[in-house]
């Protein structure tokens, strides 16, 4: 006997397939709307929104790509298009999940990813900041979802522990602040639209004219090598194996920083561990003078490049890059017109900081309380950007 569904029947289904709709919508539109609308999420969306297929070089990592990868400089010097997908203090476990999304959403001929999140063991923090500064700008669907559990497995954390990065809405549902914020409403959707980029100017690149004195590591370079910690070698493996399985075109990579002989023996081992997926890997730390990297004026802490160090190590890189992947010179080309619409305004703020950086230098050494506070800082926060995002407007 057939059993014919009633009109009622139907009209109750009808709402609550509504009802479930209506909910879903709210869910989404409120886990945006009270996200944080940080640089980091804005870089995230602002990637996401390029023009599909037009970016032929992807920089993935933490604020050893935004402060020392610069799209247009590398533009202007060898027409590549390029972008800095990167984020603050981003961790291991998120890596691999970063380089699936930027092959999603672009064809890129070449993929970097520097590696200093690999340097330190985060497990302990569970989805710290530097979890939840990436994943949190996702949009919330099945892959984000699948990077969440990623990070949890990787690190062994339990799933009660683990909640609040499968629903981040969870950690901001108290962030009632977004309601009455302009800026939280401009992302509600979680697109970027018309919302401004202030820190995110040049393609991912954060410009800064800070300046300190270094001291040149030299006597820290060495071949020997040292284990990784587990977990962060786990990440590591698992990223150089799918991408050599996946044929993507990966380049590892070790921006130059006033590093530790223990952090140069851990960069040798990724090395090591990339030659056995046959995966380049350019450890810039042996290239001090090639580059031209000068430590009174090309750094403002140990971790990071300012304007100055910044133009070398892209300069330097553009070299490398395009000896090792099919990079065509885009200068000039249709795709490339917002390369070129940014030339202006960041050669304008580049002059300004280069200027400020020499004035800075010329003064000389300054040993007073702040800069020893800084140097303190240091220590605990190389891979992490100690006064926050450059304003690309302010320098």
């Keep these: 006997m057939k059993i014919h569904p009633t009109r009622k029947g139907l009209g109750q289904l009808a709402r609550a397939a509504g009802f479930l709709l209506l909910a879903g919508c709210l869910f989404l539109f409120f886990t945006y709307l009270f996200r944080n609308d940080s640089t980091n999420r804005k870089s995230a969306l602002a990637f996401h929104e390029e023009e599909k297929d037009t970016i032929d070089l992807v920089f993935i990592g933490a604020s050893s790509v935004y402060r020392y990868w610069d799209p247009i400089e590398a533009y202007k010097q060898a027409g590549i298009t390029s972008y800095s997908y990167s984020f603050q203090q981003m961790s291991s476990g998120v890596l691999l999940t970063a380089v699936k999304d930027v092959m999603k959403a672009q064809s890129p001929n070449a ?18 900041l530097g979890v939840r500064n990436y994943l949190d700008s996702l949009p919330f669907d099945l892959d984000r979802l699948r990077g969440a559990d990623y990070f949890r497995r990787v690190t062994d954390m339990s799933f009660a522990d683990a909640s609040a990065g499968y629903l981040d809405l969870m950690l901001y549902h108290s962030n009632y602040e977004a309601l009455t914020s302009p800026s939280h409403w401009a992302l509600a959707d979680n697109r970027l639209g018309d919302e401004p980029v202030k820190f995110n100017y040049f393609k991912g690149y954060y410009l800064v004219s800070k300046q300190r004195f270094m001291e040149e590591p030299t006597d820290a370079l060495t071949h020997d090598r040292t284990p990784l910690d587990p977990v962060a070698e786990k990440c590591y493996r698992d990223l150089v194996s799918w991408c050599s399985e996946n044929d993507v075109p990966l380049v590892m990579v070790a921006a130059p920083f006033a590093l530790r002989k223990e952090e140069c023996e851990k960069i040798n081992m990724m090395a090591a561990i990339a030659a056995e997926y046959g995966i380049p890997f350019l450890n810039t730390n042996f290239a001090y ?22 133009v070398k190590f892209t300069d ?16 000039g080309e249709p795709q490339a017109a917002s390369y070129e619409a940014l030339i202006e305004s960041h050669d304008d703020l580049q002059e300004k900081a280069m200027k400020i950086i020499a004035d800075k230098v010329a003064q000389g050494p300054v040993d007073d309380s702040a800069q020893a506070a800084e140097g ?10 100690d006064e926050g995002f450059g304003d690309a407007a302010g320098i």
């Design 111 to 128: 993929v970097a990813v520097e590696i200093r999140s690999f340097l330190r063991d985060r497990s302990d923090q569970g989805f710290s």
């Design 289 to 310: 003078r090639q580059m031209g990297l000068d430590f009174d004026s090309d750094f403002y802490n140990r971790g990071h490049t300012n304007a100055s160090g910044a």
């Design 316 to 331: 330097y890189m553009c070299r490398l890059f395009t000896s090792l992947f099919d990079l065509p010179d885009r200068r």
């Design 376 to 385: 303190d800082a240091d220590e605990q926060t190389m891979d992490e950007d």
